[in-house]
């Protein structure tokens, strides 16, 4: 059993941390994350460290344990370095561009695929690659995921949108009959 819940999150200079009833509010800027517990762990702010601890002796109450604390960590890290995700497009033809709030796919369907960027997420786009900034993990996942979907990778010529850090497997074809 993982026991990431007994290490405290060390907040980043900058950021201010305080509880909101049962909720963790984290602010930098104009930027604030909230984290609702719901009362699931009890939770101990002590200068610029963050301890989560069981609230009961349950399997339940230690998942939640680890699980709050990874996502305040999370919330922590994307408040001070950022989150980001990079998307490579291949195939002859296929391309992206930003155009305001909207990513403009041309993926070889027979119309272009206009996707409309969240506020919370940053798209830059040079040459065949998609850039993904964001503070939300959740949040920038899910774009790139949703990004991805509209062409997967194929496995025979590698056409599609894949994940920079990905590695597609080929298959032979045709002449692997032989």
């Avoid at 301890?51 to 990874?70: I, N």
């Avoid at 890290?77 to 305001?100: P, T």
């Amino acid at each position: 059993m993982s026991r990431i819940g007994k290490r405290p999150v060390t907040v980043a200079n900058g950021i201010d941390v305080s509880l909101d009833g049962t909720a963790l509010v984290a602010k930098k800027g104009n930027l604030e994350k909230r984290l609702e517990t719901h009362g699931r762990v009890d939770i101990n702010i002590d200068g610029n460290e963050v301890t989560f601890a069981k609230v009961g002796d349950s399997k339940e109450s230690a998942a939640f344990w680890g699980t709050y604390r990874a996502l305040f960590n999370n919330i922590i890290i994307g408040l001070d370095q950022g989150f980001k995700k990079s998307l490579e497009i291949n195939g002859v033809g296929y391309r992206a561009a930003v155009e305001g709030k909207i990513l403009k796919l041309q993926l070889g369907f027979s119309h272009d695929i206009n996707y409309e960027i969240p506020d919370s997420v940053e798209v830059t786009v040079e040459k065949n690659l998609i850039h993904l900034k964001g503070a939300d993990k959740q949040t920038i996942g899910q774009v790139a995921a949703e990004i991805r979907s509209f062409r997967p990778p194929e496995p025979y010529k590698g056409k599609g949108v894949k994940y920079t850090d990905e590695t597609i497997i080929r298959k032979a074809g045709k002449s692997a009959k032989k």
